[in-house]
């Protein structure tokens, strides 16, 4: 398997645009994870998707940023309008479990966000 | 939610020193409790974990224990080597809660 799949690896735009981040999990896994990594904040995790259902979303800062899993083999993370302070690593995991019990997740190569 | 604290944030050692480090949880019904690696520019990487039906576990020169009492649970790494050196993070939860991380300690083992 090809492990959790990213893209774009980096992404660089200017304050107010939209910005789409995609996720492919590992075939098999139900749980999907989105974190945001910073220096400032550690990993944050934004959402937790279980079989393709929105799990927990308490993460997520503000109505600004949207994630979506439309099927067990992709998931998106928008913002918009993007801000500078949105800028970060945003790492996609996936895992084979679900509540109550949770396994080993498998994190993405990670997307480097820039806003400018 | 549950809260997973980690200390301490950074830990220097020289090569073939031992390293400690502790994270403390909350919640008493977290059943859960891995350790990722994270080195410079790369994504986190799961090195050990434990449940809490164990108190200990090994994994060559890597060894995780578990206080379920006093809810802490610590990494230990013997005989520490150069490429050791990165950013540990534990987590903790299970049960109702989705494992939580904590802050990360910064290992550096100096040659």
């Known amino acids: 398997d090809a492990g959790v799949i990213q893209s774009p690896r980096h992404e660089v735009t200017e304050m107010g645009q939209e910005v789409t981040l995609r996720c492919k999990p590992i075939s098999g896994h139900n749980s999907l994870f989105w974190y945001r990594q910073t220096m400032m904040r550690g990993l944050e995790l934004l959402i937790y998707?279980?079989?393709?259902?929105?799990?927990?979303d308490s993460g997520m800062p503000e109505d600004r940023f949207s994630a979506k899993m439309p099927n067990a083999s992709f998931s998106t993370l928008k913002i918009q309008p993007s801000e500078p302070r949105d800028s970060a690593v945003y790492f996609c995991?996936?895992?084979?479990?679900?509540?109550?019990?949770?396994?080993?997740?498998?994190f993405g190569p990670g997307t480097r966000l820039t806003v400018l | 939610g549950e809260n997973v604290e980690q200390h301490p944030s950074t830990l220097s050692v020289q090569e073939g020193d031992s390293a400690v480090i502790k994270c403390t949880y909350s919640?008493?019904?977290?059943?859960?409790f891995p350790w990722y690696k994270q080195e410079l520019g790369k994504r986190p990487q799961l090195i050990i974990d434990i449940r809490s039906n164990v108190g200990e576990k090994k994994d060559q020169r890597i060894a995780v224990t578990l206080n379920k009492t006093a809810k802490h649970f610590s990494l230990h790494i013997t005989e520490t080597q150069p490429e050791d050196s990165a950013v540990y993070f534990c987590?903790?939860?299970?049960?109702?809660?989705?494992?939580?991380f904590g802050r990360g300690t910064s290992l550096i083992v100096h040659p």
């Open positions: 919640d008493s019904a977290s059943n859960y």
């Open positions: 987590a903790g939860g299970g049960g109702s809660y989705i494992p939580t």
């Open positions: 995991a996936s895992s084979l479990a679900g509540p109550p019990a949770y396994n080993e997740q498998f």
């Open positions: 998707f279980n079989n393709n259902v929105p799990i927990d």
